[in-house]
């Protein structure tokens, strides 16, 4: 392929060089599989709030559970469902942790480090995300939530601190 | 162009070829009207904060609402001003999508997907997340802001499933 | 080098030109800091929760706090403790900015707008977010806080603005 071949391909093709490399191959996929997890907690919170006729706001009563009674609205509105805050528990702990992992994942994937130390960090970080959502969700005894949040956020400053030595402040 | 010149204007350019391609104009363009609508509602907390005299710590009584009786501070301290939570609730909602289509967008893009269903898929989510957003800060009644809630969210899990299938875990 | 070989060497050093640039070495250098100064709040929150004995659920006070009495375990889940509702709401405003910044810092860096440029502007979020977290957890008075919020919010809309006008919707 001649020099404005190629150019031109990368220019339409969105750096087809990324999507061939083994570790973008890594990295889309557990970047994928995260977001989907927490998607699917994000449904489950909208299930739990139905199966508990528990909803954040007036219009949500009106539209959802038309037929209950104001004061009930009123009191409900007032009080917290243990069942739903423990699923936006377990949603906003992904907040804290998956968006950073989904940067830093990258970041740390373009410093070249090997495919081996990159499927090591990722496999890590993901397994840690599902042991931590199955133990808020089911619930598992403790320390299972603990070690799942920990072990995956040493995963993410391995990454971070290795990332940071390539760049300049 | 010869070899080196093309190498280092990458280098000193920053991928301008990612910045030519159409597909990532649009995948900028709906990135960027994202962030400020969610910076927009950021602010807006603030804006319900000063309006309804409600902040969330001692400090900011001290020094924004001086003249406040301190029993007074204590029990708004103490309860949560359904305006503010308002805000908070979708704000946080942003949080919950926002960020996860910011990388899940890119990545779509990179899997060459062509740029009718790359317009498609961000023009979809963006304009949920307005609806969304008016639906919660008006408020519209229900079912506005649950569909524009699902209906963003299906386009994201759109773009991760097929993002997924270019992936190797 | 021929085609062949750089192309192989692109696919398989992942990018090693974008490492090379010193506006994407400022990028991996501030969002590195970010990320682990917001995995610092979240290990302070730990750290916060066993000093006030204070855990978010059931099976935490039986794991971490097995001595407890059952009655003290209901009525310490059932209120907020302030020390710890403090850090929370110090990582929720991370949240709030750190993930957006990581993606509109990137695309700004990719439109090409220099050094100092990018530099001035990544120091400044860097700064203000640091700013933010020394007044909401020593705390500092107000408008310290308030301060480094929204001056840390302006660079993003500066960039999020600057990156939009290269964009297409």
Redesign the interface.
Known sequence: ?N?TG??RE????????????????????????N??K??FV??YTVFKRFANKTF??K??Y???AATMEKDDVKKKLAECNPEVE?VR?C?RND??????F???GL?Y????PGVDAVSLHF?VFTLCRIIHTMS?LL?????S??LGFSVG?LS??SM??Q??L????
């Open positions: 392929m020099e190629r150019t990368m220019a339409a093709g969105g750096s087809n060089f990324i999507i061939e490399n083994e570790v973008f191959q890594l990295y889309i996929a557990h970047a994928c599989i977001i989907l927490m998607i994000a449904y954040s706001t219009e949500d009106e539209g959802f423990r528990s949603h907040l804290e942790n998956i968006p950073a989904l940067v830093v970041l994937a373009l410093t070249n496999r808020y619930p598992l005894p403790q320390p939530r603990f956020t993410m400053v971070a601190i990332t940071l390539m760049g300049k402040l």
